[in-house]
């Protein structure tokens, strides 16, 4: 599941003025979409590119066809606002007969917003979910029992946004029964909760990887060979690197050159990730031979806890350097190996902490990453390979 952060940005929270500002940090945090009124769609889209859903001013007959790529156009309109979904409108007694979702039933609308009052709303969520393709649904002083109750009832076919006030309620509603929501609204003024909350949402896209140990059987020089440095568009952290390897199945842990050298100056966004045969491990759980990495693709950084996330490719530097040969064998006694440059700034993550390739000894014990099965142009396969 993919999450993402919507902005309230419609008259509620004030003046086009302050409608603006919000817009802004949001544009420079990274939101996914801004909500605003239908008025007000074609001023988002000259202030930068992000989708836009828009509250419909109208009563929901048959829109006019428009051409594609229309300014004034949402990429979604939402009905509930000053209607029933609201509480400006009572609810009738009988879905059948609501206004709001009639025009979402008609195709006038795509999405629908309810605020949770009590539990007639939260049916009448439910019911929106049957149709909308988006679910936007408020509670009262946010609590988290009617959003539980909404995630457990409410299948795939609508995306749920439950609107939130901070990036500590937005964590709170995308763990929710595990599950989580697919989006959180966000009603927020200050950009640094705004860039909190698109912090959350990257963290809860991120895979976690179940890292193991090996234990280096051998390491002898290999002779030269074309290796490749993965310049990223990011700065990583000490303690992260990226997943490389001769096999599929066993991928080495090297670590980015973000350590001091009296032989050359940092390179926080580089990982030195070995020969051109080699796999890098990418964020969608797929894999890449180095040697077909190049600008604008996307490689997975991982930490030495298995957290992940993604960084795109600046340049991929090839290169005829002399390399090392590091052979492992894991706890289940599988051997694996990869070609690693005989140099100091490259470096590995043992049990007993970061080590250049150039100290690694026979016995240390290797942090690496393993998958069974094999690839077939980097997708996962079941299938006999065998790699030797």
Known sequence: MTRSVWLKADDAVGDWE??????TAGLEAGVDWVLVDDRDVERVREL?????????????????????????????YVVGKDGEGDGTVDLPEDFSGSADLSTIRRGNAEAGYVRILD???????????????????????????????????????????????????AETAFETLEVGADAV???????????RTVNVRDAA??????????????????????RVCVDTGSLMADDEGMLVGSMSRGLFFVHAETAESPYVASRPFRVNAGAVHAYVRTPDGGTKYLAELQS?????????????????????????????RVEAETADGDRIE??????ETIKVATAEGRVAVTDLSVGDDLLVYLEEGARHFGE??????IEQ
Do not use: C
């Open 18 to 23: 302050t409608r603006k500002r919000r817009i």
């Open 48 to 76: 930068g590119s992000v989708n836009v859903a828009a509250f419909r001013s109208d009563d929901g007959d048959v829109i006019e066809e428009v051409d594609d790529g229309d300014a004034n156009e949402p990429d979604a």
């Open 119 to 169: 539990e007639r709303y939260e049916a009448f969520a439910e019911e929106t979910a049957r149709d909308a393709e988006y679910t936007l649904v408020v509670g009262e002083d946010w609590t988290i029992i009617p959003l539980e109750n909404l995630i457990a009832r409410i299948g795939e076919e609508t995306a749920l946004v439950a609107g939130v006030e901070s990036a500590e309620e």
């Open 185 to 195: 609204l966000l009603d927020s003024d200050d950009p640094d909760e705004i860039r």
């Open 205 to 226: 896209d991120r895979e976690r990887l179940d890292l193991s140990w090996a234990e280096v059987t051998a390491i002898e020089e290999a002779g030269s060979a074309d």
């Open 296 to 324: 604008g693709d996307e490689v997975q950084v991982v930490d030495r806890e298995g957290r992940t996330r993604s960084a795109v490719v600046g340049r991929a530097k090839i290169e005829k350097r002399p390399m090392f």
């Open 338 to 343: 990869t070609l690693l440059q005989n140099a």
């Open 380 to 385: 996962a396969i079941e299938e006999r390979i």
